[in-house]
């Protein structure tokens, strides 16, 4: 059994069309047929449902897929592994990264350049839920994200700061004055959040129903580049993470003070696949994870990542 196959095979379930999937394979179609019969025979199990098209795949099909998801991971990363022993790390750093922590997400990104050069990072903005998906499916090699709320499984976690939360206006609203504000306060605004599939929305909703508050924002995005354009604008406010301050602070146009009664802290940080060995770029990131002195190095952030890093 070649790899290539069980790439043709992967990529044809992804594609869910004989078509393309040969294109992104960069095949013919007969030979990409060829290869799944092959595959078919090495095994002795039928894998693709077919007919003029396809349809789906079988049950030993389905099984197949989480297997050879596994295996075309474990041999890329022992390609990075063996290569690396030669010139060093090289290739890319895939971290799906929840919205809510894209503001501290840099100071990772700094100690794991310096200490990988030649290595690149792919950030992609995902929910917990599909930085979970990306994981089980080897398409991440980790993820930053909360780790006491909907806590993500089979995965190991780092903890690496504790988020806390602010109220966000222009700097001409009302409460911007204060130098606090009660989430009593804050339930009665003109609010812009993030939506429901967030997170980060969940755990605001299910703390402002413990204070028996209700959330109802005039607003939702699923981006806080989008609720940092409707506070702009003027007339609305965001109870947003205090990473916020330094993705969106240092002007004169915005305040944001912190929320009290109570003022709540959630954990966030790295998450990895519970296996071993781990991927080499998965293994780099913890090394450097473990090793670094990450609130002297993030300035601005240093409230953010501070000695809970273990």
Not at 106 to 127: D, M, N, Y
Not at 242 to 260: K, Q
């Amino acid at each position: 059994m070649l790899v290539r196959h069980l790439s043709f095979f992967v990529t044809l379930a992804r594609e869910q069309h004989f078509a393309r999937a040969a294109d992104a394979c960069n095949v013919t179609q007969s030979t990409l047929s060829a290869a799944l019969r092959k595959l078919e025979e090495d095994l002795q199990v039928p894998l693709v449902v077919r007919n003029q098209r396809f349809v789906g795949l079988t049950v030993e099909g389905e099984h197949l897929l989480a297997w050879a998801r596994q295996i075309l991971a474990d041999y890329d990363g022992l390609r990075d592994d063996l290569s690396g022993l030669r010139a060093g790390l090289s290739g890319t750093l895939r971290l799906g990264v929840v919205p809510a922590a894209m503001g501290t997400v840099g100071v990772l990104s700094t100690f794991f350049r310096k200490a990988h050069p030649e290595a690149l990072i792919e950030i992609r903005s995902l929910s917990s839920r599909d930085i979970q998906k990306g994981l089980d499916d080897f398409e991440l090699e980790a993820g930053l994200t909360y780790l006491e709320n909907e806590p993500l499984e089979r995965v190991r976690r780092i903890p690496l700061y504790h988020e806390r939360y602010i109220l966000a206006m222009r700097a001409d609203h009302p409460l911007a004055a204060r130098e606090t504000v009660t989430w009593a306060e804050a339930v009665t605004q003109t609010l812009c959040l993030l939506s429901p599939d967030m997170q980060n929305r969940r755990i605001l909703d299910n703390l402002a129903e413990s204070l028996s508050l209700r959330l109802r924002p005039a607003v939702v995005s699923n981006s806080f580049l989008g609720i940092c354009a409707h506070l702009r604008q003027g007339g609305f406010a965001a109870i947003v993470p205090h990473g916020f301050r330094h993705l969106f602070g240092g002007t004169d146009e915005l305040a944001m003070r912190d929320l009290v009664e109570p003022a709540h802290r959630q954990a966030v940080g790295l998450v990895l696949s519970d296996r071993e060995p781990l991927p080499p770029m998965a293994s780099a990131l913890l090394r450097v994870v473990l090793r670094a002195d990450l609130g002297s190095a993030a300035g601005p952030t240093a409230d953010v990542f501070g000695p809970s890093v273990h």
